[in-house]
Each structure stands twice: as structure tokens, then as C-alpha cells.
T-cell receptor, first 109, second 114 residues
Framework: AQRVTQPEKLLSVFKGAPVELKCNYSYSGSPELFWYVQYSRQRLQLLLRHISRESIKGFTADLNKGETSFHLKKPFAQEEDSAMYYC???????????FGEGTQLTVNP | DGGITQSPKYLFRKEGQNVTLSCEQN?????MYWYRQDPGQGLRLIYY???????QKGDIAEGYSVSREKKESFPLTVTSAQKNPTAFYLC?????????????FGPGTRLTVT
């Protein structure tokens, strides 16, 4: 069965510092990985997906199949990045997602 | 905010009562999902439906039931058999053709059972 693990429940950095939110997965097939974000008082929304290979709000994430990881990175954190971040995996077939436990990121001024 | 709506925002029930949470979408999405969000446990899938009149159990379906009689609607019933029903419930929808499997989420319903 597939599993997504986010080892850090809480992560705190200062404005301008680099930030990395870790995500590891276990899945025997070829997964699609996503990062979702939930800002305070807003709905959960898609931040980025690995197949797009794009940078959103300065965030990037690279799928490392050898290490089964999909860490989210940003070189210079901003206060508005403070939010709950969820890593999610989609199986090869079907549409359901498996979410990690989430990481609450706080960017301090 | 249109797209996907959940009502009510807050719901209070006495133990032993069944309660139904509403989820409606006007995105023309085929698939709909119900999640439960608990602190430190992330989102856990309760039930999902990939097409009208069909649905599958997720990871924590015990004590819950759903129906999918219309494309736009996917109500969730929390039954008295659910041992720990107090939680934040999120509904979502997606469509491979329209959104490439991106799931769109509702604002959530916070259920408190005492």
C-alpha cells in the first residue's frame, strides 16, 4: 500500500532563509506527486505537481525516485509562505490521493 | 468563492444521532471525495466517487456512508457507529480532463458531537 511521510510537523525559519519541507513516499508503481498548501482561513489548494516541473511562488520540488522523496524547497522564505503544507501521492491508475501528515511552516520576521 | 460548497460550516450533534454533511460542486467534475482532517494526522480519505451512482471506500470508511445520485452532489452521513466523529470534514472534486487530477477543495465543515 502507498504511504506518504512528512517527518516534520512544525518548521520555523526566519524571513529570507532557505526552507525545505521534506516528503518521503513508498509506492511500488510510478507515482505522481503533489504539494498542497492551506493558508490561514483559506481552502486547501494545489501548490505544484512534479510532472509540471514548474516553480510556483518561488517553490520547487524534484522527484527523486532513488530516495523516494519529493522535498519542497524555496531559497528565500517570505512571511506570506506561513501555512500548512501537505505532500500527496496519486497512484498510477485512478484518481485518489494519499496525503502526508502535513508540515506547519512558520516564517518569522 | 464558487466551485465547491459545503454546508453548514459548523455542526453540533448529540452522541447517537446520525448527521449528514452536504457537498455540492458546479465544476462539472466527475470525481468527488470526502476527507477527514485531524491535527497531526493529515487528510484521511473516507469515501470517493469517480462517477455518478458509484463510490468506493477510502481508508477510514467505517461509521460513514455516502450516496452519489447526482453529479453535483456527494453527501456524507456520519452514523452513530463512528466512534470518534468530532473532526473537520473536507470535500473535494476533480476531473482528469478538466483539471488533470488536481483536486479542488471546499471550505470544510467542523462537526462536534457531544
Amino acid at each position: 500500500a502507498q504511504r506518504v511521510t512528512q517527518p516534520e510537523k512544525l518548521l520555523s525559519v526566519f524571513k529570507g532563509a532557505p526552507v525545505e519541507l521534506k516528503c518521503n513516499y513508498s509506492y511500488s508503481g510510478s507515482p505522481e506527486l503533489f504539494w498542497y498548501v492551506q493558508y490561514s482561513r483559506q481552502r486547501l489548494q494545489l501548490l505544484l505537481r512534479h510532472i509540471s516541473r514548474e516553480s510556483i511562488k518561488g517553490f520547487t520540488a524534484d522527484l527523486n525516485k532513488g530516495e523516494t522523496s519529493f522535498h519542497l524547497k524555496k531559497p528565500f522564505a517570505q512571511e506570506e509562505d506561513s501555512a500548512m503544507y501537505y505532500c500527496a501521492l496519486k497512484e498510477t491508475s485512478g484518481s485518489r490521493l494519499t496525503f502526508g501528515e502535513g508540515t506547519q511552516l512558520t516564517v518569522n520576521p | 468563492d464558487g466551485g465547491i460548497t459545503q454546508s453548514p460550516k459548523y455542526l453540533f450533534r448529540k452522541e447517537g444521532q446520525n448527521v449528514t454533511l452536504s457537498c455540492e460542486q458546479n465544476l462539472n467534475h466527475d470525481a468527488m471525495y470526502w476527507y477527514r482532517q485531524d491535527p497531526g494526522q493529515g487528510l484521511r480519505l473516507i469515501y470517493y466517487s469517480q462517477i455518478v451512482n458509484d463510490f468506493q471506500k477510502g481508508d477510514i470508511a467505517e461509521g460513514y456512508s455516502v450516496s452519489r445520485e447526482k453529479k453535483e452532489s456527494f453527501p456524507l452521513t456520519v452514523t452513530s457507529a463512528q466512534k470518534n466523529p468530532t473532526a473537520f470534514y473536507l470535500c473535494a472534486s476533480s476531473d482528469r480532463a478538466l483539471s488533470g487530477y488536481e483536486q479542488y477543495f471546499g471550505p470544510g465543515t467542523r462537526l462536534t458531537v457531544t
